[in-house]
């Protein structure tokens, strides 16, 4: 299964992104419920989610609020004191606040691990860019209160929807961007569009100036797209297209002003992928469990730790990990520093064959109805394979005190009955 991102006739920005997600058939509810909640140490929105015409083109609408209705950029770089500096929250409170989202007591728990890990990378993304530009430390970047709760209702309802559409088992591609041109004026006076933050979140991918003098890309929009995209084409691949979906952004403008997604099916599914491995024998467990969590919070897709004999005799590990090309270097560099191993092998650009895949929910009965999502796999036409979420069995197994395996048992039972039924698909 692949997911095409197409920016190219209006740009991207957060709500354009989220909304896009919906239209593809994420619950509008639950989108809703994320980004409100996600948003309550932040100063808090209200989110109004509708289907709305842009120039001939039916599209979904996020309208995103500030509780008091303000609409200003998310970062500014400031050095005034504390006692001058009470509406803006450093980069260090800042990610503290989004680490505490699922330790809040109205917490939802559609907000995961894998959720915050991805929207920190994100803001990480943004933060690391006006800090280049600045020629200031990371944490000397300041984000603005207001402009906060704005992005990050954007940023959480986006990777929300990425994970809840299944895309994290789709290869995401991404289209080039137009950028819009002009100036806009900003906390340092005029300056161009696209803004120098934008620019420098899209370096390498390809984009392109207009077609109007207004800003089409926003910070957040880029930094979301390079966080979610495997790869950068520029033109759109060979696909059998399954569905089209567009989120619609906030201006009107003289052509449809949407970011469209595109779904469907690759000839082949092929992934390439890099595959990163090194041997060491002197790591006790606990820095092997941090570094295990720690891969995987800065964009692995898979982590292997391999009992092995080296050299003599002497026990040993195989650090294996598969990841995106794109994220390669922060890898490796994770690795030397955490490990300090002298060398790592790298196998670029392997390619990967991978079964279709396809995300479901069903509602079961567990002591009062629990959704439970299931990854099911598809080859040649035909199921293969069906397995529960771990995220959604755990948290059940937590609330109800019922064993894991019980309801992995129960979970298993509910999706054969149900892919039987509607898939006349016999296991």
Known sequence: MVLIIDPQNAGIAGNMIAGAFVDLGVNEKEMKEVMETATADFGGVKVNIEKINKNGIQSTYLDVETVDGSDLNM???NESSDSENKHFISYKNFLDNINNINKNE????????????????????????????????????????????????????????????????????????????????????????????????????????GPVNTELATPTGAALYMELCDEFKDFQPMI????????AGKKDLDFPNVLRMIQGYSVIDV?????????????NGETLGYLFDKLFEIGARDVSIIPTIMKKGRPGQIIKVITKPMDTEKILSTIFEETGTLGIRVYPQTHRGIAKREIISLDIDIQGMKKIRFKIGIMNNKIISSRPEYEDIRKIASTTNLPLNKIIEIANFEIKKHLENDYNNKF
Do not use: M, W
């Open 271 to 283: 992934q390439k992928i890099d595959v990163i491995e090194t041997n060491i024998d002197h790591l």
């Open 75 to 77: 970062i500014n770089f």
């Open 106 to 209: 109205n917490n939802s728990d559609l907000i995961d691990n894998q959720v915050i890990n991805l929207s920190k990378n994100v803001f990480k993304r943004i933060a690391s860019s006006e800090s280049i530009i600045h020629g200031k430390s990371i944490e000397q970047i300041h984000f603005h209160e207001v402009g906060a709760a704005d992005a990050v209702a954007d940023v959480f309802g986006s990777v929300f929807g990425y994970y809840a559409s299944g895309c994290d088992e789709k290869k995401v591609i991404g289209l080039p961007i137009a950028l819009g041109g002009g100036t806009t004026s900003g906390s340092h006076g005029r300056i161009p569009i696209p803004s120098p933050a934008t620019l420098e979140i899209l370096k390498g991918v390809n984009c392109f100036g």
């Open 240 to 247: 059998k297209t399954q569905k089209v979906a567009y989120g």
